[in-house]
């Protein structure tokens, strides 16, 4: 229970000694130990961590400490089934922690929830797929279910996902994605025509300044530091942009190399670090454009430029409306919104306007804001500007989260899917698939709320703890007429069942997944639009478990019936089958299985980089969006009293999303603990807190609903004054979930306006000011 400064560098032997407590406290450590051996190698293993890619550098030894933990959390021999389900109420069960779930280990056989009893007891498998049949069947409309999918599905499963859902008759395709990437994906499919990165692993060895935006790769993408730490070594500038200070931001040591172990030494991950305020990215780098226009001015009126004019003229159109909003833009309200000094901005410039090959990666810290969208717009102008797309080490590279995330939208996970794609999978299938577009989360969510919505399927994923104003949500699911959750482990969605409900154990990434056929593998597409196979090591024959693959072709029977044109249970026996199909469909993935011999799979592809933009107009679009008037939604200024400060929800280094490990945060010093707020001392100061004092937090928003966070502990730490951080799925409550970015839907979890008090017992005296 204690916050100390951490001291050494992200990576080293803090790194090493967290992996070995995690193996030994998953109980299966010869086991585990075999698998990391073999993570993310050649012909091997995807970890389940992050959609970070990998060379393919066939016998080499990589994992890092946080993909570990992800493969020995789910590797456990623990098992959840029967008799835990008999001991425990799920109201019992609802009470607890979410590391308490989770820790009780793998969902062991299929369960429905009884509400008499209030326990979850044994169902068989055929008995739980009619149900779940009968209950679709009885709806008024297929778009009064909901099909939600997790990023940790394969390509197989999730392909056979989406067709399953579109045979029955419906897009609602509520999906983690919307919650995380979805404003890149909207961005860059209007301004380069494809809504994914332009850059691959290798151009990170090329470029010569690597501009990071809301991000913090030490945690949650820790193969990124070897690569940025490469960088820096070889001279390249790496420069953060990040709402607080990240010890893994700053300096990395490699656990896999001896030699800076044993010295103890360690690499700058970083070579310059700027902290603007929450949502102010858009601004800064609004303000490194302004200045390189005038640059660019004065270098015309001296007969060269700064711009590429070439390739602005070639490939983009957009430059003069977006450069005469520039222009307009004030110094001084670019200054006031980024947080950043004018100085500091030129100096950010300096960097980029010196360095041949520029690539832009970003994360949550600029997806998850209103205006999200307007601030990717604003990241591409730059790169155009400059003509740093489609060249060997430069360009676009949004770093995705779920290892699979990208690929499920690939294979069709997605609620307005185009004509194009929809024609191609009737003339295949043999169907006249819905046009109707679907949910998102936001829409699916409220339809449930709204009793609009009467069935939630997920695919993996929490969506209870993921999404905003976790209480309301957890009421809609109990609301709902069936509920079933296909997963590896027990988690808060669960113990809010609806009023039928069905847990489906399902296997993991590690598990070895026998078919028919033989023991199958799976797909994945990395941030990088690599594809490659994977296939678990741990065996789990004669438990009760069943593939996604498997547990989809099991209800898509029930459902759709013995004479149904599509033949389920042989893509089952043989994913191969399912590959052919996702070939069939889908382009770019001619000669599936064969090519998934190669080393490191294969390549998807990128438009963009090649320089063919598919948009309207057949070139790349510079958009020219307004700042945002303010970060702080005016109504709430002007209804407060008490200074409004704007909080941010991010990961802890011991948790995977809504899976907590553990309650330690290494690299931000935190030990034991998840309630803490993290603010500016200088605020502290102000409010007379000190550090370690209970606080309660509380919205402020249009609705006047009452949301709030109790007794969360004060911790002082680098972040712009006026901003707030605290940990998701803790904080969850606080976002309305009619609080989202503009295009894009997603929740605005890096942007919430909040008052704060000293914690009072008495929460009864806590109403939001009207
Ligand atoms: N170990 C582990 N790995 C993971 C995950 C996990 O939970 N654990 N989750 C996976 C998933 S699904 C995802 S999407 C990714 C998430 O990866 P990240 O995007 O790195 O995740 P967050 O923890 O949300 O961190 C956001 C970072 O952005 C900063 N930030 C917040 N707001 C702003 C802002 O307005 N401007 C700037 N410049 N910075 C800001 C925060 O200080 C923080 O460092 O990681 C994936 N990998
Ligand atoms: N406040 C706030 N909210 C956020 C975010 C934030 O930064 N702040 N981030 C958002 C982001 S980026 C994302 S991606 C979402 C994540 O939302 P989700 O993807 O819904 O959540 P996860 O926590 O990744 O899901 C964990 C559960 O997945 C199940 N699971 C694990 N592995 C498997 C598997 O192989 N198969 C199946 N079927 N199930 C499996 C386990 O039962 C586990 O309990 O949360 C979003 N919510
Ligand atoms: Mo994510």
């Given at each position: 229970m204690?916050?100390?400064e951490y001291?050494?560098?992200?990576?080293?032997w803090?790194?090493l000694k967290?992996?070995?407590t995690?193996?030994l406290?998953s109980q299966?450590?010869a086991k585990?130990?075999s698998?990391?051996?073999r993570?993310?190698?050649?012909?091997g293993f995807?970890?389940?961590?992050?959609?970070w890619?990998?060379?393919g550098v066939?016998?080499?030894?990589?994992?890092c400490?946080n993909?570990a933990?992800?493969?020995?959390?789910?590797a456990?021999t623990?098992?959840v089934?029967?008799?835990?389900?008999?001991?425990?109420?799920?109201?019992w069960l609802?009470?607890?922690?979410?590391?308490f779930?989770e820790?009780?280990?793998r969902?062991a056989?299929?369960?429905?929830?009884n509400?008499?009893?209030?326990h979850?007891?044994p169902?068989?498998w055929?008995?739980?797929f009619?149900?779940?049949?009968t209950k679709l069947k009885?709806l008024?409309s297929?778009?009064?279910?909901?099909f939600y999918?997790?990023?940790r599905a394969?390509n197989?499963a999730?392909f056979l996902?989406?067709?399953?859902a579109?045979?029955?008759?419906?897009?609602?395709f509520p999906d983690c994605?919307?919650m995380?990437?979805e404003?890149?994906s909207?961005?860059?499919?209007?301004?380069?025509g494809?809504?994914?990165?332009?850059?691959r692993?290798?151009?990170?060895?090329?470029?010569d300044a690597i501009?990071?935006?809301?991000?913090?790769?030490?945690?949650?993408?820790?193969r990124?530091?070897?690569?940025?730490?490469?960088?820096?070594k070889?001279g390249a500038?790496?420069v953060?942009?990040?709402?607080?200070?990240?010890?893994?931001?700053?300096r990395?040591?490699?656990?896999?190399?001896?030699?800076e172990?044993l010295?103890y030494?360690s690499t700058?991950t970083?070579?310059d670090y700027?902290t603007?305020k929450l949502?102010?990215d858009?601004?800064?780098v609004?303000?490194?454009?302004?200045?390189?226009?005038?640059r660019?001015k004065k270098?015309?009126?001296?007969?060269s430029?700064?711009f590429?004019?070439e390739?602005?003229?070639?490939?983009?159109?957009g430059?003069d409306?977006?450069?005469?909003?520039?222009?307009?833009?004030?110094?001084e309200?670019i200054?006031e919104q980024?947080g950043?000094?004018?100085?500091q901005?030129v100096r950010a410039a300096n960097?980029?306007q010196n360095a041949?090959?520029?690539?832009?990666?970003?994360?949550?810290?600029?997806?998850q804001?209103?205006?999200?969208?307007?601030?990717?717009?604003e990241?591409?102008?730059l790169?155009?500007?400059?003509?740093?797309?489609?060249?060997?080490?430069a360009?676009l590279?949004?770093?995705?989260g779920h290892s699979n995330?990208?690929g499920d939208?690939?294979?069709?996970?997605n609620?307005s899917p185009?004509?194009?794609?929809?024609?191609r999978?009737?003339?295949v299938?043999?169907?006249s698939a819905?046009?109707e577009?679907g949910?998102n989360?936001v829409?699916?969510m409220?339809?449930?709320?709204?009793?609009q919505?009467k069935?939630?399927?997920?695919?993996g994923?929490?969506?209870?703890?993921?999404?905003?104003?976790t209480?309301?949500v957890?009421?809609a699911?109990r609301?709902?007429e069936?509920t079933?959750?296909?997963?590896?482990?027990?988690?808060?969605?669960h113990?809010?069942p609806g009023?039928e409900s069905?847990?489906l154990?399902?296997?993991?990434?590690?598990?070895i997944?026998m078919?028919v056929?033989?023991?199958?593998?799976?797909?994945?597409e990395?941030?990088?639009?690599m594809?490659h196979a994977?296939?678990?090591?741990?065996d789990?024959s004669?438990?009760?478990?069943r593939?996604?693959p498997a547990i989809?072709?099991?209800i898509a029977?029930?459902?759709?019936g013995a004479?149904?044109p599509?033949?389920?249970?042989?893509?089952v026996?043989?994913y191969d089958r399912i590959?052919d199909?996702?070939e069939a469909v889908?382009?770019g993935f001619?000669n599936?299985?064969g090519?998934?011999?190669q080393p490191g799979?294969?390549y998807?592809?990128?438009?963009?980089?090649?320089l063919n933009w598919k948009t309207?107009s057949?070139?790349?679009?510079?958009c020219?969006?307004?700042?945002?008037?303010?970060?702080?939604?005016?109504t709430?200024?002007?209804?407060?009293k008490a200074p409004?400060?704007?909080m941010q929800?991010?990961?802890?280094?011991?948790?995977?999303?809504?899976?907590?490990?553990g309650y330690?945060?290494?690299?931000?010093?935190?030990?034991g603990?998840?309630?803490?707020?993290?603010?500016n001392?200088?605020?502290?100061?102000k409010?007379?807190?000190?550090e370690?004092d209970?606080?309660?937090?509380?919205?402020l928003?249009t609705d006047?609903q009452?949301?709030?966070?109790?007794g969360f502990?004060?911790?002082?730490?680098?972040i712009?004054?006026?901003n707030l951080?605290?940990?998701?799925?803790e904080?969850?409550a606080?976002?309305?979930l009619?609080?989202?970015?503009d295009?894009?839907?997603t929740p605005?979890?890096?942007s919430?306006?909040?008052?704060?008090r000293?914690?009072q017992q008495?929460?009864?005296?806590l109403?939001v000011?009207?």
């Amino acid at each position: 229970m204690s916050h100390k400064e951490y001291q050494g560098p992200a990576g080293g032997w803090g790194a090493l000694k967290a992996t070995t407590t995690h193996l030994l406290k998953s109980q299966n450590v010869a086991k585990n130990i075999s698998n990391l051996l073999r993570t993310n190698q050649d012909h091997g293993f995807d970890c389940p961590g992050c959609a970070w890619g990998e060379k393919g550098v066939p016998g080499r030894f990589r994992f890092c400490e946080n993909g570990a933990k992800a493969v020995n959390w789910e590797a456990t021999t623990r098992r959840v089934g029967e008799e835990f389900f008999a001991q425990y109420p799920v109201s019992w069960l609802n009470q607890q922690t979410d590391y308490f779930l989770e820790f009780q280990g793998r969902l062991a056989e299929p369960v429905r929830y009884n509400s008499v009893t209030d326990h979850y007891e044994p169902i068989s498998w055929d008995d739980a797929f009619k149900l779940i049949a009968t209950k679709l069947k009885e709806l008024d409309s297929p778009n009064q279910a909901e099909f939600y999918t997790s990023g940790r599905a394969s390509n197989e499963a999730a392909f056979l996902y989406q067709l399953l859902a579109r045979c029955y008759g419906t897009n609602n395709f509520p999906d983690c994605s919307n919650m995380c990437h979805e404003a890149t994906s909207v961005a860059l499919a209007k301004t380069i025509g494809i809504g994914k990165g332009t850059v691959r692993i290798e151009d990170f060895e090329q470029a010569d300044a690597i501009f990071l935006f809301g991000q913090n790769p030490g945690t949650n993408h820790p193969r990124m530091l070897e690569t940025l730490s490469h960088a820096t070594k070889r001279g390249a500038r790496v420069v953060a942009f990040n709402n607080l200070k990240e010890r893994g931001l700053e300096r990395f040591a490699n656990p896999q190399h001896p030699v800076e172990l044993l010295t103890y030494s360690s690499t700058p991950t970083t070579s310059d670090y700027f902290t603007p305020k929450l949502g102010g990215d858009m601004a800064a780098v609004r303000g490194m454009v302004k200045l390189f226009n005038e640059r660019h001015k004065k270098a015309v009126a001296q007969g060269s430029s700064l711009f590429d004019l070439e390739f602005i003229a070639q490939q983009t159109q957009g430059m003069d409306a977006y450069l005469a909003l520039v222009e307009q833009t004030s110094w001084e309200q670019i200054t006031e919104q980024s947080g950043l000094s004018y100085e500091q901005i030129v100096r950010a410039a300096n960097i980029y306007q010196n360095a041949e090959r520029v690539i832009v990666t970003w994360a949550m810290g600029v997806t998850q804001h209103k205006h999200s969208v307007a601030t990717i717009h604003e990241l591409v102008n730059l790169q155009l500007l400059f003509g740093q797309i489609g060249k060997p080490g430069a360009g676009l590279c949004p770093v995705r989260g779920h290892s699979n995330v990208q690929g499920d939208r690939t294979v069709g996970i997605n609620e307005s899917p185009a004509e194009s794609f929809l024609a191609r999978f009737d003339e295949v299938f043999d169907i006249s698939a819905p046009r109707e577009h679907g949910h998102n989360v936001v829409q699916a969510m409220q339809a449930l709320c709204n009793a609009q919505s009467k069935v939630f399927i997920g695919l993996g994923g929490n969506i209870v703890a993921a999404v905003p104003d976790t209480q309301r949500v957890a009421d809609a699911m109990r609301g709902a007429e069936l509920t079933v959750n296909i997963a590896t482990k027990l988690n808060r969605s669960h113990v809010n069942p609806g009023k039928e409900s069905i847990i489906l154990p399902c296997l993991g990434r590690t598990d070895i997944d026998m078919q028919v056929a033989g023991p199958q593998k799976v797909t994945v597409e990395d941030s990088f639009s690599m594809v490659h196979a994977s296939s678990g090591r741990v065996d789990v024959s004669g438990e009760q478990m069943r593939s996604e693959p498997a547990i989809i072709a099991g209800i898509a029977k029930a459902l759709l019936g013995a004479t149904h044109p599509v033949d389920w249970q042989a893509l089952v026996d043989n994913y191969d089958r399912i590959r052919d199909l996702i070939e069939a469909v889908i382009p770019g993935f001619e000669n599936f299985n064969g090519r998934l011999d190669q080393p490191g799979g294969f390549y998807l592809g990128n438009s963009a980089s090649d320089l063919n933009w598919k948009t309207a107009s057949g070139k790349a679009l510079m958009c020219a969006d307004p700042l945002p008037e303010a970060i702080t939604p005016v109504t709430a200024i002007e209804r407060s009293k008490a200074p409004v400060f704007i909080m941010q929800t991010l990961r802890s280094h011991d948790q995977y999303n809504t899976t907590v490990y553990g309650y330690d945060d290494r690299y931000r010093g935190i030990f034991g603990e998840r309630k803490i707020v993290f603010m500016n001392p200088q605020d502290m100061d102000k409010l007379n807190l000190t550090e370690g004092d209970l606080i309660d937090v509380q919205t402020l928003w249009t609705d006047n609903q009452k949301r709030q966070i109790t007794g969360f502990k004060v911790i002082p730490y680098q972040i712009p004054q006026g901003n707030l951080a605290a940990y998701f799925p803790e904080a969850n409550a606080l976002i309305p979930l009619s609080s989202y970015g503009d295009e894009s839907f997603t929740p605005t979890s890096k942007s919430i306006a909040v008052l704060v008090r000293l914690h009072q017992q008495d929460t009864q005296e806590l109403l939001v000011k009207s």
